[in-house]
């Protein structure tokens, strides 16, 4: 299915999130008469600048559908600062406070929480094969307390990303692949781009980054290997270090293809995947129906409508690039 295509499908999607959301609001509004205050808990593996966007997307998802901060709800948000380490520690916190709901992001922050409370309702905003990961029992009824939305329909399309870079960039031959190999899930993604390697010809090598301290080694590692390109991996904690990561991928004048459009608006130089902000701001729609009373086992998990080709042209043409018009056709957004 071609980008276009899925940017017409995900128009739709949106028309009908939308009047979803709007149908809704009376209800929430009902919920809001009996004079219950609740307490949403949000939990991050990043830095609270580093996903401002993410908390007021999921902000504005509320207030469309009629909660005012501060008056219908209160937000517990936390942060674990790029240290996986200390998502368990913030989970039984927000445990602790007995939130009503907790959102989250990432399937590192989802594990936490699922070993933190198997009864207070949890929607999570982003999810990678959320079965395969062992969080729910399938998309159509997750059975126990998560639901919210996943951000593919199956691994495989994280290959795409490779194949993108590979038609920007037509003569690389070898590429490096960034991932980290914690969170569960992960390593079918780094499988799916590494058989996408082979089949179209293009040698790899995998590199493994836990935390921020190990990006300047796994960036010697690639400048040492002669890499042509570089394919970074959704991972909360390679997004918290997107900053670096592209000001390494320039300073070593490296082609990037990455799943967040974030790394190409300060400099990357293309990305494929889901809009984080929009499936936080659609968790909002999970987070109502739970505090009107449904049960997470019983709502569906939804899957993204839209994967979204962004090009940052001014980096390409620092990269001495020249992106195919057939490429930059197919984009949704070209950054000039």
């Known amino acids: 299915m ?34 219950k205050v609740y307490r949403i808990g949000v939990l991050y593996t990043t830095t609270p600048r580093e996903v401002d966007h993410v908390n007021k997307a999921l902000g504005d998802g509320l207030r469309q559908l009629g909660y005012i901060e501060g008056k219908h709800f209160f937000m517990e948000r936390r942060f674990a600062d790029g240290r996986e380490e200390r998502l368990p520690a913030l989970a039984t916190e927000l445990v602790r406070l007995k939130v009503d709901v907790i959102v989250t992001g990432s399937n590192s922050v989802i594990a936490a929480v699922k070993n933190a409370t198997a009864t207070i309702p949890v929607v ?19 059975g126990a307390n998560i639901t919210g939305l996943a951000n593919d329909p199956s691994p495989e399309i994280q290959g795409k990303n490779l194949e993108f870079l590979r038609e920007a960039a ?52 690639m400048v040492r290997d002669r890499a042509e390109g570089l394919v970074v991996l959704q991972d909360p ?27 190409v608006d300060i400099g990357g130089l293309m990305s494929y995947g889901v809009n984080i902000a929009a499936q936080f701001r659609r968790a909002a729609v999970y ?29 390409a043409k620092a990269l001495n690039l020249t992106i195919p018009p057939s490429l930059l056709a197919r984009a949704d957004q070209v950054i000039e």
Not at 170 to 175: F, N, T
Not at 241 to 263: D, K, W
Request: glycine share 6%.
């Open 124 to 142: 999570m905003a982003v999810s990678r094969d959320p079965v395969g990961a062992g969080f729910i029992a399938s998309l159509a009824r997750p």
């Open 287 to 315: 987070v109502d129906r739970i505090l009107k009373g449904a049960t997470p086992a019983d709502l569906a998990v939804e899957q993204p409508a839209q994967f979204e080709l962004v090009i940052n042209v001014k980096t």
């Open 237 to 263: 904690v390679l997004f918290s270090a997107r900053a670096e990561i592209v000001r390494l991928a320039t300073t070593h004048r490296l082609p990037g293809v990455y799943a967040q459009s974030e790394f």
């Open 2 to 35: 071609s980008s276009r295509d899925l940017a017409t499908i995900n128009r739709r999607a949106f028309v009908n999130g939308f009047v979803l959301s709007v149908l809704a609001a009376p209800h929430a509004a009902e919920a809001q008469q009996a004079g």
């Open 170 to 221: 037509p003569r690389i031959s070898r590429v490096a692949l960034l991932w980290n190999p914690i969170p569960p899930g992960a390593d079918i993604y780094r499988k799916a781009v590494e058989a996408t390697a082979r089949k179209i010809g293009v040698a790899s090598r995998t590199l493994d980054v836990r935390t921020r301290e190990e990006l300047e080694g796994a960036f010697g590692t």
